[in-house]
């Protein structure tokens, strides 16, 4: 859309979509802006700066003509911040959109052109966050700016869980204290709401063993070093330094999305975290052989399904090297990678190896559109889920279910 008005170097602009990342696409002679805090439809006045990149940025859009799904932030710091990205939109308007960035994000990057529905699975859009990354400094406690490093100080977030902001009040008044630890920068913070795991980069470094002991006569609950975590029927055992998935509403939700209602003889889980689908993956397969590469979520997986000896059987190995060395197909694969997606050499692997069904679990839809590009030549795409365990930010998960074309 042409500029409507261009004043000095004001310029006044329709808002077209979201995009992928947290911005909303305008564009001014055709050249794209992209813009923060605003809603698509709404007219709005930019200052553009160019940036390295060629790109038309607008840092603080004045909006002119509000949207009607605009609703007031919840949050103090939102839009100083730069943990969420979508608070100035109602909750279902979100998840609506996520589901167009998804079936955009998917036919620009995958050429795939989805029409069924997808599904949106949801929950409580507040209070959800059961992990946090706090910063220090100089005496202030907080999160990351809005596109800098910036420290932007906090003394509470209402996408954290109870347990959190309990420990975000006591750590404010931690940091000004004499004994609080000069070297600390970052603590990250994970929580089942009764124990609290604190991480520090440095864990072996004395100072950060007396910190813990000190930390733990301020914030109950806290545990020298793995959580018990409740979820989708089962127990999980979380060390430091291992995933779990963040939203602790939804993680029966998501495990519910990802089994279906499948069972059989064998399934592999690629990325398998603690353990969070290969323990569930028990009670309906023979035989479940997880695969995980990192130590300590290893040792978990080992730990956690220790009951389902002869049924499932841990692995510690990149997914590429175990996939290179597999040669009997099992009947379902479930991949859950981190944001990089699956590559180009597992995406190889999964075509040579094409078991019937294959599930991909996703953190990112411009990774997924790629992956899938190149698996559609053999797998047609059965079912896709939107699970929004990221409400308030641009993030969410896509669970794509896939099945060997005959
Ligand atoms: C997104 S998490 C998913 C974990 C699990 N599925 C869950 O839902 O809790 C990705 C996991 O894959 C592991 N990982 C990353 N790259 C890997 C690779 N190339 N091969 C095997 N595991 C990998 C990480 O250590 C992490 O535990």
Known sequence: MKPLETKNRKATVDVEKWVYGGDALARIDGQVLLAPFVLPGERIEVEPKR???NLLRARSPQVIEPSPHRVEPQCEYFARCGGCQYQHAGYAYQTEQKVEILRETLRRLGAI???????????????????????????RVGFRRHNSHDLCPITHCPISSPKLNEAIAVLNDAVKRPEWPRFLRTLELFTNETDLQLNVVETDHPIAARFFAWCSGLIPGIVPGSLQYQGAGHTFRISRGSFFQVNRFL??????????????RSVVDL??????????????????????RGLSAYRDIEANT?????????????TEDYLRQLTTPPEAIIADPPRAGLGAEATGELLRISAPQLTIVSCDPATLARDLKVLTSVYRIERLALVDLFPQTFHFETVAHLALNH
């Not at 990325?271 to 689908?277: P, S």
């Not at 993956?281 to 995980?292: G, Q």
Request: proline residues 5%.
């Open 51 to 53: 940036t390295k990149g």
């Open 113 to 139: 052109d989805f029409d069924d529905e997808i599904p949106t699975i949801a929950g409580d859009p507040w209070r959800y966050r059961n992990r946090i990354q706090l910063h220090f400094d100089r005496g």
């Open 251 to 264: 993680i029966d939700a998501l495990v519910a999305e990802v089994l279906g209602d499948r069972e059989g």
């Open 271 to 292: 990325y398998a975290g603690v353990g969070l689908f290969s323990l569930p993956l028990a009670a309906r397969f023979t035989r479940v052989e997880t695969i995980e």
């Open 306 to 318: 220790a009951a389902a000896v002869g049924r499932v059987f841990p692995v510690r190995a990149s």
